[in-house]
């Protein structure tokens, strides 16, 4: 809450090409916000750097968060669309959260242990912190309502705890945010693998459907998903993990239920399917992605925006930083 208002914060890496996972998962959801809530939507580009990036294609996309999130329909009059590392409180009292969280809890993180797995070569600090600079961005603002993927969900409830650890020794010191994850698009899988997560990083680029796909490349790859032995449109994670995921993403963009979807398909095969799959994301996805070149071919109007969002988001986080920096026993002389 800030005065009166409730909050929804939520954020994205600009980290790789943006999925239908991190569309349906999150962005998708940002919107439902806008009207009643103040609302503070980041690219966050700082937590991008616990992994090597290569800085042209880092600032690319950077860009290209930015211009997807206005593409996804986030009026950026309505919404505070900002870049992380352009304000600095977040690592300000990043730094400060880190005193308040224990070297216990940032080992249990799932997706600490994931990421060390896979980038064995760079378990670097800031990689292990990662989790503290992400409550920084929530806590900063006074969050009420984070709407994210399932993944991100133990991220949020660690940033809870943190906060109702400071507000025990410093009472009324932050808002305690909860995690919003929306049921159906909570967990979107990999499309050859589908018992793991649909992933930006991932080096297979046909398990992942990206928001900028093209349409026949769409098609392509809803038609080699993995599905299932059998030959039933029925939802089953445990039993049938492809098919479900399949009937989760065309649920998703169609707003059909489950049970409208077994019933349309039934009698028929995996092949009608998937290409109905194929086509209603294609045909979703259009209109997003006409908007976003729109978006992109105008840079300058790109930066201004990043400058205005990161002048709204700075009023707030300066009045955050400044409030737990006194409660703190920090001097505050200018
Ligand atoms: P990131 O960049 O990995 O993902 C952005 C959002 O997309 C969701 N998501 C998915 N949802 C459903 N199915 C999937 N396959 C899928 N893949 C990704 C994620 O859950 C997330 O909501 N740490 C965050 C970014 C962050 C943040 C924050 C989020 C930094 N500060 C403050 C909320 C509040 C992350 O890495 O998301």
């Given at each position: 809450m800030f005065g009166e208002q409730k909050v929804s914060y939520s954020g994205v890496q600009p980290s790789g090409n943006l999925t239908i996972g991190n569309y349906l998962g999150a962005i998708r959801n940002f919107s439902e916000y806008s009207e009643k809530y103040k609302t503070?939507?980041?690219?966050?580009?700082?937590?991008?750097?616990?992994?090597?990036?290569?800085?042209?294609?880092?600032?690319r996309r950077t860009y290209e968060t930015l211009a997807l999130y206005m593409a996804c329909g986030l009026?950026?009059?309505?919404n505070t669309l900002y870049v992380q590392s352009m304000v600095h409180e977040h690592a300000e009292l990043a730094w400060i959260l880190n005193c308040f969280t224990m070297f216990g809890e940032l080992s249990r993180m799932t997706q600490f242990k994931d990421k060390s797995a896979r980038h064995a070569d760079n378990i670097n600090a800031g990689l292990f912190t990662y989790?503290?600079?992400?409550?920084?961005?929530?806590?900063?603002?006074?969050t009420d309502v984070v709407p994210v993927g399932i993944d991100q969900k133990q991220h949020v409830e660690l940033c809870r705890d943190i906060a109702e650890r400071i507000n025990q020794l410093y009472p009324g010191t932050f808002t305690v945010p909860e995690p919003i994850v929306s049921k159906s698009?909570?967990?979107i899988m990999s499309l050859a693998e589908p018992t793991k997560k649909m992933s930006k990083s991932d080096e297979n680029t046909n398990a992942v459907v990206y928001i900028l796909?093209?349409?026949?490349?769409?098609i392509r790859k809803?038609?080699?998903?993995?599905?299932d032995s059998g030959a039933e449109v029925r939802f089953d994670p445990e039993e049938k993990p492809g098919v479900s995921n399949l009937m989760s993403i065309y649920s998703c963009f169609s707003g059909k239920s489950l049970e409208e979807i077994e019933r349309e398909f039934a009698g028929k095969g995996y092949g009608?399917?998937?290409?109905?799959?194929?086509?209603?994301?294609?045909?979703?996805l259009a209109p997003v992605q006409k908007k976003f070149y729109e978006l992109l071919a105008d840079k300058a109007a790109l930066e201004a925006q990043m400058k205005k969002g990161a002048e709204e988001a700075s009023w707030y986080a300066r009045r955050t930083l400044s409030k737990v920096q006194?409660?703190?026993?920090?001097?505050?002389?200018?």
């Open positions: 503070f939507y980041c690219v966050v580009d700082s937590h991008a750097i616990t992994v090597r990036q290569v800085p042209v294609e880092l600032r009026d950026p009059e309505k989790p503290v600079l992400m409550a920084a961005d929530i806590l900063l603002y006074q698009g909570m967990k796909d093209d349409r026949d490349t769409i809803f038609k080699r998903a993995v599905t009608d399917f998937k290409l109905a799959v194929g086509e209603v994301t294609a045909d979703a006194k409660k703190l026993g920090f001097l505050q002389v200018r």
